[in-house]
């Protein structure tokens, strides 16, 4: 099982802000298209992601007990 963390806007799409899934050594870009299969409203193909707190890339593998955020882009003023 990995935990998957969402902010902003991903958490309100599908109304929650953590999900634990059996999702353990795929690459962080076959879990980005996991998700948008299972959540249609969600587009993670340009969103940073980090694996325990650390950047990953999207050929990055998730292990058993990882912890997985999609960041989304941040702006401001």
Do not use: C
Not at 9 to 24: F, M, N, R, T, Y
Not at 36 to 47: A, I, V
């Amino acid at each position: 099982m990995i935990n998957i963390l969402l902010f902003a806007h991903l958490q309100e799409a599908i109304g929650q802000s953590e999900l634990k899934v059996d999702l353990a050594d795929m690459t962080v870009g076959q879990i980005k298209e996991w998700m948008e299969n299972q959540y249609p409203q969600l587009s993670l193909q340009h969103m940073m992601t980090a694996i325990n707190e650390e950047f990953a890339t999207d050929t990055m593998i998730a292990r058993a007990g990882d912890t997985i955020a999609f960041i989304p882009p941040i702006s401001g003023g």
